[in-house]
């Protein structure tokens, strides 16, 4: 047993001098190293290459339409949460393709109240947060909250919805819970790029912000716009993406204000992208001096009174945004994937290259092809 007992002793000794060994000076030891291989006549040994990864040269950017949550679109997340609002079946239709994305951005047009609500639709609308967590799960990385409806219950509406938005993980821009907030320009990171993002609205159904608050929400003008792309660029953004909530309702056509608006701000530098919302139908894309203007997306998902068709199909706008020799990036490649708000029940969000065919999927096509490229852009449909 003693002998044992000895061994025992001598082999922790021996591993305790091998990891002193090993927490010696690093510079020593290599000393060490050094002169043995010189005594040895061997050559000495050199340190192991760092390694970094390769910058990144391409990234790719999905933004999808109105997320309008009517009552309908509560009641179905209570059935599909057995009696607790559960809104991520509701939208799981469309995972695939926005988990896909390096940086999935959704439009958030309604105020969230806290749990207990009190929950309202349409005109005043204060819907549950438990949407927020659905937009994570399905793989959004941030929203714009600038909206006509942004005000509707004024900045503890704003409040809530941004608390909401940050409890689920999902950065947002386009309102604010205090000037310091709305004065930092929002960046975001993109594996290595910093991509600017900017939100602003036509107006607040009549709503004004109170007295001493001019920065709870971004109202939409060109220079406004402009100024905030320019900020962004000037604290580091390579890319900076415009979310604008503007245009006529249910109305394909872009106005005459909307297309002299993106001419504007396309022709700036600051400005790399626009999206579009608002019109609850889907309008064209164009491009403008070699740059890609949505001028609206949709809906992603609503659950409107009198559903009109149009305003159940929407698309999810997709760019790859490459850098050219020059350091410049610019989206040198679009396509979109045709989405349907399937009134069911239950009701769904369905990506509808990934459905079955129907005559209902091939009207949609139809019509969604037709008036993305109706402004003459040469664009793709995902699937076909």
Not at 240 to 260: D, K, M
Not at 347 to 360: E, G, K, N, P, Q
Request: hydrophobic share 45%.
């Amino acid at each position: 047993m003693r002998r044992l007992a000895a061994l025992a002793v001598a082999a922790v000794a021996a591993l305790s001098g091998a990891l002193l060994a090993g927490c010696s000076d690093p510079a020593s030891s290599a000393k060490q190293g050094q002169n043995a291989a010189e005594t040895s006549g061997l050559p000495p040994r050199q340190p192991l290459p760092s390694w970094t990864a390769p910058p990144r040269t391409n990234f790719t950017v999905v933004a999808s339409g109105d997320v309008l949550i009517h009552p309908d679109l509560t009641a179905q997340a209570v059935a599909d949460g057995n009696g607790t609002r559960d809104y991520r079946p509701l939208i799981a239709g469309v995972k695939q393709v926005v988990s896909a994305a390096d940086l999935a951005i959704c439009h958030l047009e309604v105020p969230l109240a806290g749990p207990a609500g009190p929950f309202a639709g349409w005109p005043a609308f204060s819907s549950p947060p438990e949407i927020a967590t659905a937009l994570a799960d399905a793989g959004y990385d941030e929203c714009s909250t600038a909206s006509n409806h942004v005000l509707d219950h004024g900045p503890n509406g704003v409040r809530s919805t941004l608390d909401a938005l940050d409890a689920a993980g999902i950065e947002h821009t386009g309102s604010a819970r205090s000037a310091e907030e709305a004065s930092a320009p929002h960046i975001i990171d993109v594996d290595g790029v910093k991509v600017g993002h900017v939100s602003f609205a036509f107006g607040f159904n009549g709503f004004r912000e109170p007295a001493g608050m001019p920065w709870l929400a971004n109202e939409l003008s060109v220079n406004a716009v402009l100024a905030a792309a320019r900020a962004a660029k000037q604290a580091g953004a390579e890319v900076v993406i415009a979310s604008l909530h503007w245009g006529n309702e249910f109305q394909a056509e872009p106005t005459v204000e909307q297309q002299s608006m993106a001419r504007a701000m396309l022709a700036d530098d600051a400005v790399d992208l626009i999206i579009g919302h608002h019109a609850h139908v889907v309008q064209p894309f164009e491009q403008i001096n070699g740059k890609w203007v949505a001028y609206g997306l949709g809906n992603l998902v609503a659950r409107h009174a009198e559903p009109r068709g149009t305003t159940e199909e929407g698309v999810i706008a997709r760019f790859r945004f490459s850098k050219a020799d020059g350091g410049r990036w610019h989206a040198d490649r679009a396509d979109y994937v045709p989405t349907l708000v399937d009134l069911g029940p239950p009701i769904r969000v369905l990506d509808l290259t990934a459905v079955r065919d129907s005559d209902r999927k091939a009207k949609a096509l139809q019509r969604l092809d037709q008036v993305v490229r109706s402004r003459g852009a040469t664009i793709a449909r995902s699937g076909g």
